[in-house]
């Protein structure tokens, strides 16, 4: 693993829980589920290896975060730290416009 990627990875992540809690990435939407997609797949594995079985649509919350930790499951680490890293970069512009 390439250890400038981790560290910009590590401190991307904190920067994210840095973000007041009714901050606006807070608000539910795509690329919050999409952070936990990757972070979940950077962190803990494949979902498809350790995500269990997927929850039941009624479970709408443990539903959504199945699913997009599942949509990364072709995506190496290094790959999924580097988008992480975009996203929250694009974010960051977004709320500075905001």
Same mark, same amino acid.
């Given at each position: 693993?390439? +250890?400038?990627?981790?560290?910009?990875?590590?401190?991307? !992540?904190?920067?994210?829980?840095? =973000? /007041? $809690?009714?901050? /606006? =990435?807070?608000?539910?939407?795509?690329?919050?589920?999409?952070?936990?997609? =990757?972070? %979940?797949?950077?962190? !803990?594995? %494949?979902?498809?290896?350790?995500?269990?079985?997927? /929850? $039941?649509? @009624?479970? +709408?919350? /443990? &539903?959504? *975060? &199945? *699913?997009? &930790? #599942?949509?990364?499951?072709?995506?190496?680490?290094?790959?999924?730290?580097? %988008?992480? @890293? $975009? @996203?929250?970069?694009? =974010? *960051? %512009?977004?709320? @500075? *416009? #905001?």
């Amino acid at each position: 693993m390439n +250890i400038n990627l981790e560290n910009n990875f590590r401190s991307t !992540v904190e920067y994210i829980r840095s =973000l /007041p $809690s009714e901050g /606006p =990435l807070h608000e539910y939407h795509e690329s919050r589920a999409i952070l936990y997609g =990757l972070y %979940k797949r950077i962190t !803990v594995g %494949k979902c498809s290896e350790k995500g269990g079985e997927q /929850p $039941s649509m @009624i479970d +709408i919350i /443990p &539903w959504i *975060k &199945w *699913k997009y &930790w #599942n949509q990364c499951n072709t995506m190496d680490i290094n790959e999924s730290m580097i %988008k992480y @890293i $975009s @996203i929250v970069e694009e =974010l *960051k %512009k977004e709320f @500075i *416009k #905001n």
